[in-house]
């Protein structure tokens, strides 16, 4: 008897359900997509992008506590591309993502899960994390099914995205989330993305000098 799961909805916040349940109905479901799943191309595995900055304490949580869990339970049933916020050409990509997926939270760390679901923050991850990859293995039973595709980004239209994203950025906004940082680790890695975002758009020299 096929087992059946809630559908979920894309880019919404974090689920509730306790930490037991959330597994008892990812392993209902993985035991049914196995044997579909066994031999299966490239094509097939679960597209997870994950951007994360180096000393982000959340960055090293999602890997110490959550992506050990997701291989257990799904080793072979997916792919994980890292993109390093700290390299300019990931900027683009990460804003992109965040227009598609409506979600703006610059989270510490991110897992975007075939192209169209966004997690951001630690939280998020941990509490969703399984439960997205299950349901979107269970997509990929419906003959009809096709692989979103990620955001199409030419030169142009890359530096368009990041300019969009500059516009929204103030230097009370930066500056009010340092102080709210305090002195977290991560804190860094948040101002080095906003001062990433204004460099790819080519903002002033002084509205760059002002962020840092």
């Known amino acids: 008897m096929k087992t059946k799961t809630k559908t979920l909805r894309l880019c919404v916040s974090a689920s509730k359900k306790p930490r037991t349940v959330r597994l008892a109905l990812v ?67 990460l804003v992109a993502y965040q227009e598609r997926c409506d979600n703006h939270d610059n989270g510490r760390v991110s897992i975007v899960v075939d192209h169209t679901v966004f997690l951001s923050g630690y939280e998020a991850i941990a509490a969703e994390l399984l439960e997205r990859v299950n349901a979107a293995l269970e997509a990929r039973q419906d003959p009809a099914w096709r692989m979103p595709q990620a955001p199409d980004l030419s030169e142009d239209e890359a530096d368009e995205v990041v300019r969009r994203k500059a516009s929204g950025l103030t230097f009370s906004v930066v500056a009010l989330g340092g102080l709210l940082d305090g002195f977290n680790p991560c804190a860094i890695s948040t101002l080095i993305f906003f001062m990433s975002v204004l460099a790819v758009a080519r903002a002033a020299p002084r509205t760059r000098l002002l962020v840092g």
């Not at 992506?67 to 591309?81: A, K, N, R, S, T």
Request: charged content about 25%; proline content about 3%.
């Open 27 to 93: 392993l209902g479901v993985v035991l049914s997509v196995c044997a579909s799943a066994v031999g299966a191309g490239s094509a097939d595995q679960v597209r997870l992008d994950l951007f994360f900055s180096t000393g982000c304490t959340e960055c090293e949580r999602v890997e110490q506590e959550v992506l050990p869990e997701l291989e257990e339970l799904f080793d072979g049933m997916y792919e994980l591309v890292r993109h390093d916020m700290l390299q300019a050409e990931t900027i683009p990509l």
